[in-house]
């Protein structure tokens, strides 16, 4: 179906099924620092990840190291999106310390600028 926005869950990209669909439009890949997203989930709790919810500690600590040792699992499968928008870079080009203040709006920005590129490159290398 045309012009949708489909939003999966990280572990969406380890299928290569998955990608075979998500292909077929253009994937975007949300960098968000992990000390970032264990400090959210942390926050909410771990009830709807349970791909982080083992091992002792404190929840922040259990957390940010279950997501380190995912992250490297997946990091291969995330190159594969078309484009990445990094909050860190969005942060910085806005002189944000504290990444929960970046809006809705500005991501969504930089995502059209990051597609925008992506866009023009294919242009380009069709058109050699």
Do not use: C
């Amino acid at each position: 179906m045309p012009r949708q926005v489909v939003a999966t869950g990280g572990g969406a990209v380890v299928r290569d099924i998955n990608w075979k669909y998500m292909k077929k439009g253009l994937t975007v890949y949300l960098q968000v620092p992990l000390d970032t997203l264990a400090r959210r989930i942390a926050a909410v709790g771990m009830d709807s990840r349970p791909l982080l919810d083992f091992g002792s500690g404190d929840a922040y600590t259990k957390i940010f190291m279950n997501l380190f040792t995912l992250s490297k699992k997946r990091r291969q499968a995330y190159s594969n999106a078309d484009v990445t928008v990094s909050l860190q870079h969005i942060a910085t080009q806005e002189g944000l310390e504290d990444l929960s203040n970046i809006t809705p709006s500005a991501i969504a920005l930089e995502v059209l600028v990051q597609i925008q590129g992506f866009l023009l490159r294919n242009e380009r290398e069709m058109s050699i």
